[in-house]
């Protein structure tokens, strides 16, 4: 696959990427953000004929979820999903967000395919990695994190993710930001601040580490929290090791609440399948527990930050 995706000795880490290497330089065959995208573009593609089938699969296996948003819709996607639809015996509605470099060609065939049941809902950025791999952006360095990359990476620059906000404020959408480090989202919160879109919905994705200073400026800015709380589950001793003096900062749903986020609208609960399973009850436990149901009370992590039931149960049931 480094093959594949052109990558050797030679090649240099692209901008908010990251391929490890040895001691003498030769890539071990993980990569990290924007240099893994290169691996996965390499990656052969279903072929066009198979994927009705393959859509079908995946409206089934989210059966229990009456709204689905995909974060990540390649330009093909509308015109096929529309006729997968059709033939759905659910009446599933499914929601859109290219890439914000794939919003023009998925625009151009939007009034082909949208529908009661489908609709083009933004576009989609991503703004830092991923808290395991310590490639998430923060406003302090990891405990434990890469001495050449202390507080993650950061994918995009302040006025690339201007950029995005205007463009998508352009076509009247909002943009779906993924943002898991306190870093990145203070970043996009400063773009949209900055630029004061009139587009309504605009969200930051995941927002995993929020800084206490950030944390009115969701509900100030209209910005929707969309986070998913499972997350908490998988990461409780990467949290541990990474960040062990800023655990009160890790999904810190109470207090979005007190400062104004309203379960289902401006606090959205979500599954992110597939990087983790779909089950709603994952996030309903972190969200109430702040732990795994076979850990111990005082091992929660910020058990202060935790919600109730019904807020919960809120956060799935989006009115927005």
Not at 5 to 19: F, K, L, N
Not at 67 to 81: C, F, N, R, S
Not at 118 to 145: E, Q
Not at 158 to 167: G, L
Request: glycine share 6%.
């Amino acid at each position: 696959m480094l093959a594949l995706a052109g990558i050797d000795r030679h090649t240099p880490d692209p901008p908010g990427g990251i391929i490890q290497r040895t001691p003498d330089g030769q890539p071990t065959g993980a990569v990290y953000e924007s240099a893994a995208l290169l691996v996965w573009n390499a990656a052969p593609e279903p072929a066009p004929e198979h994927r009705p089938r393959i859509l079908a699969a995946a409206l089934e296996a989210l059966g229990r979820f009456e709204e689905i948003h995909d974060l990540k819709a390649q330009p093909w996607l509308g015109p096929v999903l529309r006729t997968v639809l059709l033939s759905c015996a659910r009446a599933t509605s499914v929601v859109l967000f290219p890439l914000v470099e794939d919003l023009d060609a998925t625009l151009a065939t939007r009034a082909e395919w949208e529908s009661a049941h489908l609709r083009l809902g933004g576009a989609k950025i991503f703004v830092d990695g991923t808290l395991n791999s310590r490639t998430a952006w923060m406003l302090h360095p990891y405990a434990d994190g890469r001495p050449d990359h202390p507080r993650g990476t950061p994918m995009m620059t302040p006025r690339q993710i201007e950029d995005a906000v205007r463009q998508c404020d352009a076509a009247g959408l909002p943009l779906a930001a993924h943002a898991i480090g306190d870093g990145a989202v203070r970043a996009v919160l400063d773009a949209i601040e900055s630029v004061r879109p009139k587009a309504r919905g605009f969200r930051i994705e995941h927002a995993e580490i929020i800084d206490e200073a950030d944390v009115p400026r969701f509900a100030e800015l209209g910005v929707i929290a969309s986070v998913q709380p499972c997350h908490l589950l998988y990461d409780i001793e990467a949290l541990r090791n990474a960040m062990p003096d800023r655990l009160d900062r890790v999904l810190p749903l109470r207090e979005l609440i007190d400062a104004g986020c309203t379960p289902g609208s401006s606090l959205l609960f979500g599954s992110d399948v597939p990087i983790v399973r779909s089950d709603p009850e994952d996030s309903i436990l972190a969200a109430t527990a702040r732990r795994r149901a076979d850990m111990r009370a005082q091992d929660a992590i910020s058990p202060e930050q935790a919600i109730t039931e019904d807020e919960a149960w809120r956060g799935f049931r989006a009115d927005a």
